[in-house]
């Protein structure tokens, strides 16, 4: 299926092939902020990737217990699969949280859900916009760059005492660096389109799937204008990389 979104007053018309998640323009490819940050190193992940594995493996072998060889081999390879069983889960529960959220801002009055852990998460951030006063003015908009040719989908915007903010709301267990660099990104083509909307800054809401809660906020402009400088370093670079793919080698 093919997505199309019309911008900047109809002179822009973005593609999304949902088959094989490619972005284009104007008949040439657009890279997505999230795939631009995908070059940066997440250590992170590989440490809890190989946790995972031995998690698994510690609660299959049994001290003093002997096992064949396809027995170990089935052990092996459940363990190394259980990082993405894990991801594929939370990445369910994150999937609810963020619909739910994306309902009421768009004022369709979702229905509380059932789960304790996601009962929690919603309450803490219903008290996040009752204590703050917030006031959503549009939820799951397209941006896209025609000076540097990016494209992504901001989770809201939002105003806290009268003042605008580029708003991303994440389901991981901590707010991370790249997030950002990620709502830098989101701001200046969103400002790009309309020069007229002027931004306090960017937040990040933290909506965790084990009923945690907390936000950041990023108000000083020299730090925004080093988020995005950061940002089109991973651009570039993403890029290059996809354009590596194309090259082809003379074999002799």
């Not at 799951?140 to 105003?159: A, H, M, P, V, W």
């Not at 925004?224 to 354009?243: C, T």
């Amino acid at each position: 299926m093919i997505i199309k979104t019309t911008l900047y007053n109809g002179e822009v018309e973005l593609f999304f092939e949902n088959f094989r998640h490619q972005y284009t323009c104007n008949n040439k490819k657009v890279t997505s902020v999230t795939q631009a940050l995908s070059v940066i190193n997440k250590p992170a992940l590989v440490a809890w990737a190989a946790n995972m594995a031995v998690e698994y493996v510690s609660t299959q072998i049994e001290p003093g217990k002997s096992y064949d060889e396809l027995q170990l081999q089935a052990i092996f390879e459940a363990g190394r699969k259980n990082h993405y069983n894990k991801k594929q889960e939370a990445g369910n529960l994150g999937t609810f949280v963020h619909k739910w959220v994306e309902q009421y801002i768009k004022g369709e009055n979702p229905a509380m859900p059932v789960n304790e852990a996601l009962q929690e998460s919603i309450k803490r951030f219903m008290t996040w916009v009752e204590k703050h006063r917030v006031t959503f003015l549009l939820a799951e908009q397209q941006i896209y760059s025609r000076k540097y040719n990016y494209t992504g989908t901001l989770d809201f915007i939002c105003k806290i005492d009268g003042k605008m903010y580029i708003g991303d709301l994440k389901t991981s267990s901590g707010i991370y660096p790249e997030y950002l660099i990620q709502t830098a990104a989101y701001r200046f083509a969103r400002v790009e389109e309309y020069p007229e909307e002027k931004y306090e800054g960017q937040l990040i809401v933290r909506v965790g799937k084990d009923g945690t809660f907390e936000f950041a906020v990023m108000r000083d402009e020299a730090w925004f204008r080093r988020m995005f400088v950061a940002f089109m370093a991973a651009l570039k670079l993403q890029e290059s990389l996809e354009a590596i793919k194309e090259f082809k080698v003379d074999r002799e």
